[in-house]
């Protein structure tokens, strides 16, 4: 029997290994235990899935145990991406809501995020409960999807889009996007974030072409996941039709990439401070912003120079929303590429960010990159790096005991003002740059991130930490 664990953002595994019928149904059964022993019963669950292989049957496998076990299902009969379904759970007022997917992972991968009231990733406390409740399932119970439907307990919803779409596009300034008619190349990455997208740059009169979305269980041969390296095919289109931006979203529609109109890569890092200097000084949203500890210090220097404060919390969503929420952020986010933005989603949400994006672009007349260039002139260059370093599984307890429990660390040969253990390993140095050493939540990955002056200054801090590690 698979040990079901949900990670950073949800369970995830390989399919056909751990990712099965049998083990889908004993997460089905599991939130169902979970629902019961909190007193949650009498409200759905709303189900989406995105465009991996399976997505849509294990949808199905999820709410045909829900159902027999009496809890109502809110069905998406098509693709949705994770936004939709936190959104739609915070409108509709509901305890929970699954999403099948495995975001950015590759695709041999799929798994289940669990939603929790207002719209928010799933806590710690609560995922650590379902687990425990998992490991108890026996046989779990189900009825067929046909019969659910009939006897009124599945609910397939007709277009859960409308008022996801809607709420974004109120929060925007679509007249300044019309006037300004950006011509956008748009690379969906075959995942489920396509439809919201193009609804809301249509009705922006924004001209936009599509690549890359088509439904293929192997997304082109590659990662779901909008970095660098997996978006030359989309910067080469860009420079030679001549579009403004190039915009990229993950496979369930929660993260971005962005491409300017000569080539360069916008990283996640700078799209958040981009859009944080947008909104604080251009659209005056007065507010601190929030990052996880593997994101930019630049947004500290930002929020300085603004009269505000940068909150740092763990790596996981969860802890920005939360505290996003608490301290009233204008926007929170983090270095893979997630983003939500004051009175939204309490989730990352690609849809509304690239839309946001192209509102920033179109207001202030300059390109990505120029904007970049005024803000690097004022704060200083921030280059991230990071490396994800394959570990034999006899090794992860070796590694985990050297750094975090003897919390020995390399020489890395200049001033280190504080070492911080809160999540994984991370080392901050006086002159502003630092790097950090952490187990991956949802692959069998050990991440070393690092951000200097210059990459090969961040660089040389991930290299000394490797072979100190023996990587």
Known sequence: MADIRFGT??????????????????????????????????RPVVIGYDRRFLSDRASVWLAEVLCANGVKVLYMKRSAPTPLVMYTVK??????????????????????????????????????????????????????????????????????????????????????????????????????????????LYTARCTVDLMNYNKDAYFGGSMPAP????????????????????????????????????????DANQILAMLYCYLHEYRGWKGPVVRNLATTHMLDRMAEDYGEKCYEVPVGFK?????????????????????????????KDSIYAAALFVEMMSAIGKSPS???????????????????LVFRPEDKESIDRTVMVEKRI????????????????????????FVICRFSGTEPLLRIFAEARDEASARELIGRFKSFLSI
């Open 9 to 42: 953002g949800g369970w995830r595994a390989v399919i056909g290994e751990d990712f099965t019928r049998d083990n889908i149904r004993r997460v089905g059964q599991g939130v169902f235990e979970l629902m019961k022993e909190e007193g949650h019963t009498e």
């Open 91 to 200: 409108e509709e007022e509901l305890f929970y809501g699954l999403e099948v997917t495995a975001s950015h992972n590759p695709p041999e991968y799929n798994g289940v995020k669990l939603i929790v009231e207002e719209g928010r990733d799933a806590p710690v406390e609560r995922t650590q409960r379902l687990e425990e409740l998992i490991a108890k399932v026996g046989e779990p119970a189900y009825i067929p999807f046909e019969k659910a439907v009939g006897d009124g307990l599945a609910v397939c919803l007709k277009n859960p889009f409308n008022g996801f779409i809607d709420s974004i596009i109120s929060n925007l300034d679509m007249n300044v996007i019309r006037e300004h008619g950006p011509r956008i190349l748009f690379d969906p990455m075959h995942g489920s974030g396509t439809y919201p997208l193009m609804a809301i």
């Open 227 to 266: 970095g660098k390296s997996r978006l030359y095919d989309l910067r080469d289109r860009v420079i030679a039709g001549g579009y403004e931006l190039g915009i990229a979203t993950d496979g369930d529609g929660d993260r971005l990439g962005i491409i300017d109109s000569n080539g360069e890569y916008i």
């Open 319 to 347: 802890y920005i929303s939360a505290k996003l929420d608490e301290v009233d952020a204008v926007l929170g986010g983090e270095s893979s590429g997630g983003l939500t933005v004051r009175g939204h989603i309490f989730g």
């Open 370 to 388: 120029e904007f970049w260039e005024e803000l690097t002139e004022k704060y200083g260059n921030h280059v991230m790096a990071e490396d994800n």
């Open 410 to 433: 390399p020489d890395f040969g200049k001033p280190i003002e504080k070492v911080g253990y809160e999540d994984g390993c991370k080392v901050y140095f006086t002159d502003g740059s």
